[in-house]
């Protein structure tokens, strides 16, 4: 049975039902229980490119399949019309925020689907990959959607989806652009197995570590991460967390160097990055611990003689210096009174009065032309 989307008015697509022209409101959870409900709270929107997305469907667009697969799902009260819909996300909040909204969600999407909507990434190569991961997760006939905003390179990349598909469709609404296509045999093979392997995993330059496209830094060991790793001090020991710790670069340096470090937990929300630390920290089980977490939630665990960090200070495409707070605040939550922090940033991020907020004293150790190390100790 196939069925359309069903209220794809505009009160999914960029205005609020009860808008009288205010900014899109929605009240956080309730926003799936009911789809015609008048939000209280004010919120961020929905993603756009999802917006953009979901318009391809509806009474005069494609059907709604009956099975689909979203790679980078993220909740949308739209999908809660569709008879069955999973997600994959190895973003940890994002993932939270899918779960929360009561939809399925798999690690590892394996089998066939008649439909695979797609939210690509940010670089060139994990994008790329991950239209070649759609296509083998279609099944013949199967219908490919995915959606960019414009400033993501969404017509660069429709043009690179239109190469290896042949005929596409495509429209534009939001700042984003929505494409599609179908699986069928015109597709250029050798062209998805050249997006495929430039997804896979591989060493990062000058070092035995390996890393993906898509998490981050994964060519080159970070300079700021490199800066912090020179400094750290002679006397780490004891039990130390890793906040947003990446493909392990610093917990690696701090497993090989550091044997009075008794414990090393690594906390990263990006499940791929995670599972290239596991890779590249593998010589250390006696002492490393892996954690699929969202840091700025707090860490759930105390009485750390240590953290390091190099904080993300990018939420999507947009600056975020309240993610690099949150971690400073996680920090002071899990120290040790007396504990101490290790955290490296650019120079112009304004975190030392978030540390004196957090009940830290701190100080300035080194800095470079781009980088500073703030060290800092829980009062
Ligand atoms: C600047 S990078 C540092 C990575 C790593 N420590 C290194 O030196 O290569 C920040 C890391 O924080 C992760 N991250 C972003 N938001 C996060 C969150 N809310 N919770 C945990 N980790 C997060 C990113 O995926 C990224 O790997």
Redesign the pocket.
């Known amino acids: 049975m196939e069925r359309n989307a069903g209220p794809l008015t505009n009160s999914f697509l960029g205005k609020p039902p009860c808008d009288g022209g205010k900014p899109y409101v929605r009240e956080p959870r309730a926003f799936l229980a009911s789809s015609r409900a008048c939000y209280p709270f004010i919120l961020p929107p929905v993603n756009p490119a999802l917006d953009t997305l979901l318009l391809a469907f509806g009474p005069e667009g494609l059907a709604v399949p009956e099975r689909t697969l979203f790679l980078g799902a993220e909740p949308h009260p739209a999908l809660k019309d569709w008879p069955g819909v999973l997600g994959w996300q190895p973003f ?2 994002k993932a939270v925020a899918w779960d929360t909204a009561g939809f399925r969600r798999v690690d590892q999407p394996e089998g066939a689907f008649p439909c695979v909507l797609v939210l690509p990434g940010k670089s060139r190569d994990e994008t790329l990959a991950l239209f070649a991961r759609a296509y083998d997760l279609l099944e013949p006939g199967g219908l490919l959607v995915a959606s960019m905003p414009n400033t993501a390179g969404a017509a660069r990349f429709e043009k690179e989806l239109a190469k290896a598909a042949g005929s596409i469709g495509s429209l534009q609404k939001h700042k984003c652009r929505a494409f599609h296509a179908v699986k069928n045999d015109g597709w250029n093979l050798a062209l998805l197995a050249e997006w495929r392997s430039a997804g896979e995993r591989k060493p990062v330059a000058g070092t035995e570590f390996i890393a993906e496209a898509g ?3 994964p060519d080159h ?2 300079p ?2 490199a800066l912090l790793a020179k400094h750290l001090p002679g006397d780490l020991r004891g039990k130390v967390a ?6 392990g ?2 917990s690696q340096e701090i497993a090989r160097r550091f044997p009075a470090v008794t414990r090393l937990d690594l ?4 499940a791929r ?1 995670l599972a290239c630390a596991e890779h590249n920290l593998a010589a250390f089980p006696e002492v490393a611990r892996f954690h699929w ?4 939630a707090g860490l759930g665990e105390v009485g750390y003689d240590a953290v390091v960090t ?3 200070f990018h939420s999507g495409q947009k600056t975020d210096v309240g ?1 690099g707070k949150a971690f400073i605040h996680a920090a002071a939550g899990a120290l040790k009174r007396g504990g101490r922090l290790f955290l490296v940033a650019n120079r112009q991020l304004p975190y030392e009065a978030e540390l004196e907020a957090a009940g830290f004293s701190w100080r300035k150790p080194a800095e470079d032309s781009t980088f500073k190390l703030l060290f800092a100790t829980k009062r």
Do not use: T
């Open positions: 940890k909040p998490v981050f830094s060991v970070d700021a991460s890793d906040l947003g710790a990446g493909w670069f610093l906390f990263e929300a990006d990055a977490h969202d840091v700025a190099n904080p993300p993610l």
